[in-house]
Structures are given as structure tokens and as C-alpha cells.
């Protein structure tokens, strides 16, 4: 199949075309459509256009490279900053692709009401789109995530139900979750999205977070690493760059403390938005070939680094991505390419340990 070229994509087309070789008829129909998003945006991003409402400037986050960092002799690891992101997370992404299918599928009506069990950024998405949308949305959380991020979801215009974290944040997660449901069932307005179920949630790492980091990168990637919360970034983002490079490695990282898909024990963490005590049904078990281990010392003491070694002001699993990404760019060594995604800001951590 091939591409019809869009000049003002600079450089999207190529990348695209590598990848067409790849993948179905439907796929390259997917990212010829991505293409005529990323004319209009790029006309946007010159000043051109005027977005109509904010959820227009989700996406294209920069690349950035790592320079104070790395070792010697390690490899380049360049991070996707989503505390740039409309937001000020990855999370925005998924929030806002949940809501347009659910529209789409004519199971979102506009009297309907959002509710949707997380650990927090998923939330302050769903929570920014309602307000856009005018959505009434209600977002279930345990009452161990930081009050910023309480804070943010109620600064949008959404409600916050708190449940107790007695120690186990996958139980904790698991009666979020079966809250949200108890809601549905009582009132048939109710939608819950469910990120860890959702397709729409890698489906816009896939097509469209993976094909960022493709052409900003302008280069082979033999290294990709994300911490695991629903599932959805390390899947969509992997199965896209694995079709760039079928023999480049992908690590799933994991906290000490919630460490489920290394077999691990289940308990409390501070690695916020990763680490939920579950194995997501949108996870993609086979796309990593290693499961990395990273304790709250490490993400926090990275996550500090970023701030004073790069100037990267980003939050707790940022360090923990980063701290993966470092061990991954160290054993494939110089002259490889690692990548890794900054989940979101720091913002929003002002009274965790990240600022003691």
C-alpha cells in the first residue's frame, strides 16, 4: 500500500512508510489518517491556526536527551517529557481517546456521567476532559496519592471518592474499581471508562504517542523501558516500535513493593500511577522480553537528579523510568538508543518525599 506524501509532515511520511512495510492495510490507513493530524498540527504549532479548546494541544511532547546522567560507555537515553503535555501527563492521552470512542460508540450521551477508579493522573485527565466536554465526573482514588493530584481533579470540576489504602494498593485499587461498578449498576447514566480494560487506552500509544518518538527520533531505538500502571503505554508504545525494530529490547519496570508481574509482594509504594497491584487486561505480556525491579530510593533519587543534573522538573515514576532506562542504556552500551517517557510533572508532589 502506499502513502500519499504530506511535505509538512517533516519527516513523518518517512517513518510511516517504514513502518507500512511492516504492518496491515488497516494499520497504514491509521497512520495515513495521522499524518493529516500531524499537517494541521504543525500549521498549529507555527502560529497559523487557533485551537479551538485545549484538548486540540494533547500530544507532540519533546524529546529530550539525557547529558549529566549517563556513564560512559552507556548508551544515549533520551526521554519523552509528558509533564509538557496538556495536563501535565501521559495521561491526558488516554483520557481523552476513552472519551471520543465512548462518544463514537454512542455509550457516552450528554447527560452521562464519568466515573472511573485510579491512582491519580487518569483521573485529573478524565477530570480536564469533562470540564471541556461538560461532563459531570467523578473520579474514585485511594486516599494514599498525593492531595495535589486530589487537588487538581476537584480544580477541574470533578468529584473526588477517597477509599482507604490499609497497606495493599492492589486491594485498594480493586475496591476503587468495584465501587466505580456498584455506581454503574445503581444508575444507568454512570460510564466508567475502565482504563485497565480499555482498548482506547493503548490504542493512542500505538498510533499515536509511538509515531511521536519515531519521527522525533530520526533513528534506530534499541532500547525502550516504562513502568506499568494500567498497561496501556508500555503495550501500545512497544508493539509500534517493535514493528520499527523487531530485535530491540523492552523492559517492564516495576516497584519493589507492588513488584506483581516479577512475582513479587504487594504493598504500599510511593511510585505513584505505577505499581497498582494488579496485571492490567490491556497489558501485552509478551511485548517485553524483562521485568526490572526499582525501589522508592532509586525513583525518588532520580527523579531528583532529573530536577538538578537536566533540569527536568518530574514527578516520582519519572525517576523510576529513568533509573530503568540508565541500567537498560548501560547493558546495551555506546552508540545504541534508549527510550523512556517521563509520566508527568513534579507539580503535583509538592508533599511527597520528592520535596523533603
Known amino acids: 500500500m502506499v502513502l500519499q506524501r504530506y511535505p509538512e509532515t517533516f519527516g513523518a511520511w518517512e517513518i510511516a512508510q517504514k513502518i507500512v512495510q511492516k504492518w496491515s492495510k488497516y494499520c497504514a ?32 511532547t519533546p524529546i529530550i536527551q539525557l547529558n549529566r546522567m549517563t556513564e560512559e560507555g552507556s548508551a544515549r537515553v533520551l526521554v519523552k517529557f509528558e509533564g509538557l503535555n496538556v495536563g501535565g501527563s501521559i495521561k491526558t492521552r488516554t483520557a481523552y481517546n476513552m472519551i471520543i470512542r465512548a462518544e463514537e460508540q454512542g455509550v457516552l450521551k450528554p447527560d452521562s456521567i464519568i466515573v472511573e477508579p485510579t491512582s491519580g493522573n487518569q483521573g485529573i485527565g478524565l477530570a480536564l ?22 487537588l487538581l481533579v476537584e480544580h477541574y470540576g470533578a468529584e473526588v471518592i477517597l477509599i482507604h489504602d490499609a497497606g495493599n494498593i492492589g486491594e485498594c485499587i480493586e475496591e476503587c474499581a468495584r465501587t466505580a461498578e ?8 454512570v460510564f ?13 500509544h500505538r498510533h499515536h504517542t509511538a509515531l511521536e518518538i519515531l519521527e522525533q527520533t530520526e533513528g534506530p531505538i534499541d532500547g525502550f523501558c516504562s513502568g506499568i500502571g494500567t498497561g496501556g503505554t508500555i503495550t501500545g ?12 529490547v523492552i523492559w517492564a519496570v516495576e516497584p519493589e513493593n507492588a513488584a506483581i508481574l516479577a512475582g513479587g509482594n504487594i504493598g504500599t509504594h510511593i511510585q505513584m500511577g505505577i505499581g497498582d497491584g494488579i496485571i492490567p487486561d490491556v497489558l501485552n505480556q509478551k511485548i517485553y522480553e524483562d521485568v526490572v525491579i526499582i525501589t522508592d530510593e532509586e ?16 514527578g516520582i515514576s ?26 508527568d510533572t513534579a507539580e503535583r508532589y509538592f508533599s511527597t518525599p520528592l520535596f523533603e
Not at 304 to 313: N, Y
Open 29 to 60: 490507513c491509521v497512520i495515513a489518517h495521522y499524518m493529516r493530524i500531524q499537517v494541521c498540527r504543525c500549521w498549529k504549532g507555527m502560529g497559523i491556526m487557533i485551537h479551538k479548546n485545549i484538548l486540540e494541544a494533547i500530544g507532540h
Open 129 to 150: 476532559v469533562g470540564a471541556v466536554k461538560g461532563y459531570r465526573t467523578i473520579i474514585i482514588m485511594p486516599d494514599s496519592v498525593s492531595r495535589e493530584r486530589r
Open 182 to 189: 456498584k455506581m454503574k449498576r445503581e444508575n444507568p447514566k
Open 192 to 204: 466508567v471508562p475502565q482504563q485497565f480494560e480499555n482498548p482506547a487506552n493503548p490504542m493512542v
Open 237 to 248: 508504545v512497544g508493539e509500534t516500535l517493535k514493528a520499527q525494530n523487531p530485535h530491540m
Open 299 to 314: 525513583a525518588l533519587q532520580t527523579a531528583k537528579d532529573l530536577a538538578v543534573k537536566e533540569g527536568l522538573m518530574c
Open 318 to 343: 519519572s525517576g523510576t523510568n529513568v533509573a530503568a532506562a540508565l541500567k537498560l542504556a548501560k547493558r546495551l552500551g555506546k552508540g545504541k538508543t534508549v527510550v523512556t517517557v517521563l509520566p
